[in-house]
T-cell receptor, first 118, second 112 residues
Framework: GAGVSQSPSNKVTEKGKDVELRCDPI?????LYWYRQSLGQGLEFLIY????????KSGLPSDRFSAERTGGSVSTLTIQRTQQEDSAVYLC????????????????FGPGTRLLVL | GDSVTQMEGPVTLSEEAFLTINCTYT??????LFWYVQYPGEGLQLLLK?????DKGSNKGFEATYRKETTSFHLEKGSVQVSDSAVYFC???????????FGTGTSLTVIP
């Protein structure tokens, strides 16, 4: 079946502009994660959605970052007034509902959006 | 806070060599531990996992044992192949399952 998809695959923007990154999780997956992968760094957790519960936003680096998930499916990560240090690959992952054949903790990653802020 | 430290790369090995990629963690309670792999041009995918102490995760000839006494989850493979060339990430999930903490990744290149 279809995996996690992300769009755009690449985005070049100018400093100060806003950008929106989209994630389409696997159908039926209730959990959705956003991560940031900077050059030479590991994956940095940004935000986590689980079903209709309030999201865990503890990883968002500043108030310029926000994310929403509409209808428990598609998610959009928005970065306002982008800065050069925001340049990174933004990864989205989704997980099936808890207790699904023991797969609760397995994340399925999308291909990422490579963001470059000039 | 919770964190993962894995050995820095890059690592270059000849085909059929033995592989070890070290990973240690810091966590409260009883985390679950994972190895993810990212093949060239592909997204991250789960390689193996262990959810409690002394568990051994295994897949595709790779193994890792959850060692609580040494807070480690080292990845091993007895005989690597060229197709194993990838970046390997160690990760942990806290008890709530909400957050995952990833290491910085170790790049492995296997040469024929």
């Amino acid at each position: 079946g279809a995996g996690v998809s992300q769009s755009p695959s690449n985005k070049v923007t100018e400093k100060g502009k806003d950008v929106e990154l989209r994630c389409d999780p696997i159908s039926g997956h209730t959990a959705l994660y956003w991560y940031r992968q900077s050059l030479g760094q590991g994956l940095e957790f940004l935000i986590y959605f689980q079903g209709n519960s309030a999201p865990d936003k503890s990883g968002l680096p500043s108030d310029r970052f926000s994310a929403e998930r509409t209808g428990g499916s598609v998610s959009t990560l928005t970065i306002q007034r982008t800065q050069q240090e925001d340049s990174a690959v933004y990864l989205c992952a989704s997980s099936p509902p808890p207790g699904t054949s023991g797969l609760y903790e397995t994340q399925y990653f999308g291909p990422g959006t490579r963001l470059l802020v000039l | 806070g919770d964190s993962v430290t894995q050995m820095e790369g890059p690592v270059t090995l000849s085909e059929e060599a033995f592989l070890t990629i070290n990973c240690t963690y810091t966590a409260t309670g009883y985390p679950s531990l994972f190895w993810y792999v990212q093949y060239p041009g592909e997204g991250l995918q789960l390689l193996l996992k262990a959810t409690k102490a002394d568990d051994k995760g295994s897949n595709k000839g790779f193994e890792a044992t959850y060692r609580k006494e040494t807070t480690s989850f080292h990845l091993e493979k007895g005989s690597v192949q060229v197709s194993d060339s990838a970046v390997y990430f160690c990760a942990l999930s806290g008890e709530t399952g909400n957050q995952f903490y990833f290491g910085t990744g170790t790049s492995l290149t296997v040469i024929p």
